[in-house]
């Protein structure tokens, strides 16, 4: 969902995590951390027209996930995301993971060629929290933390979106397909 930029906005029926959040865009109500997340009214007015919007989009994001992982479950090399029984997913991004072999530098290699030769993107979209966020990093300095590591080299997410055709999200399987295959040779 966009709101032209910044900002955004919290659904809960959860009266504490409400009161915690309306905390958290006021700096913090000086009791605690906090920032300035406001909408402006504009973004707001935007924001309402999407919300409306919203259980559509979702459904769409979740058939073109689907509708990709089927085109991709033959491939060993990649880990595709899967939906626990009893949760719904609605893949705001598309995160696979290459096999662990293929961690770092070739899954580096693997989100070029997508990039360079089908112009396709691929972002890392969750990188272990420690790495982009300072004050985490600081309270977890000289921990080793392996698993969050391992598996920070191994995700990325090749470009979804709920109003892609089938076509394009074809195209983006049979490219990530070729991909692995020019990788594996």
Request: aromatic fraction near 8%.
């Amino acid at each position: 969902m966009t709101t032209l930029g910044e900002g955004g906005m919290c659904l809960t029926d959860d009266l504490e995590a409400a009161r915690k959040l309306r905390g958290f865009r006021a700096f913090g109500d000086g009791v605690g951390w906090g920032t300035n997340y406001k909408l402006t009214k504009v973004q707001a007015a935007v924001g309402l027209v999407q919300l409306r919007r919203l259980e559509e989009m979702n459904a769409q994001r979740i058939h073109k996930a689907k509708q990709r992982s089927a085109l991709l479950e033959e491939i060993p090399e990649l880990q595709l995301p899967t939906e626990p029984a009893g949760f719904k997913h609605v893949y705001y991004l598309y995160t696979v993971m290459v096999k662990p072999a293929w961690a770092g530098e070739r899954r580096d290699e693997l989100i070029r060629i997508m990039r360079e030769k089908f112009k396709i993107g691929c972002v890392i979209g969750n990188p272990p929290s420690y790495q982009l966020n300072r004050l985490i990093r600081e309270q977890t300095a000289g921990q080793k933390l392996p698993l969050s590591d391992e598996l920070g080299q191994r995700l990325f997410c090749p470009s979804l979106h709920p109003l892609m055709t089938d076509e394009e999200n074809s195209y983006v399987a049979a490219a990530l397909s070729a991909t692995v295959d020019q990788l594996q040779s």
